[in-house]
């Protein structure tokens, strides 16, 4: 990478830096906590990032979750534990179907992963 790039992402990320630090209201990443034991289509969250990562999705009996990202128009992604997707991204729609048991757990944020 040359320095001109390098430069430019070390000058956006503290400029992002700077945004968190001048409105606290806005959180460098939110979890959702999702119960599995309800079937969803298209269930709209709204989070603010450039990331969203699947941090527990439980595997057991090959549990079913799918992302669409920003409008419901656009297709589906296929969820499975650590799972990262990097895009911008100001809403997501989770559609699963229903257990028995399980919850699954989504990381939305701007510059922070979990791995």
């Known amino acids: 990478m040359n320095k001109t790039k390098i430069q430019t992402l070390v000058e956006r990320h503290l ?3 700077q945004y968190l630090k ?5 959180k460098q990443y939110r979890t959702f ?11 709209a ?8 990562s699947v ?10 979750a799918w992302v669409r990202i920003n409008e419901k ?10 799972k990262v997707i ?3 991204l100001y809403r997501f729609y989770i559609t699963n179907d229903a257990y028995a ?7 939305v944020g701007i510059d922070f992963k979990v791995k």
């Open 86 to 88: 990097e895009a911008t």
């Open 45 to 52: 969250y709204e989070a603010i990032g450039n990331f969203l």
């Open 73 to 82: 128009e656009n297709d589906l992604i296929a969820l499975k534990q650590d």
């Open 55 to 64: 941090n527990v999705l439980p595997t057991e009996a090959n549990k079913n």
């Open 101 to 107: 048991t399980g919850t699954m757990e989504i990381v």
């Open 33 to 43: 906590s999702i119960n599995l034991t309800l079937a969803r289509t298209d269930y």
């Open 22 to 26: 001048k409105n606290p209201q806005v």
């Open 15 to 17: 400029q992002d830096i």
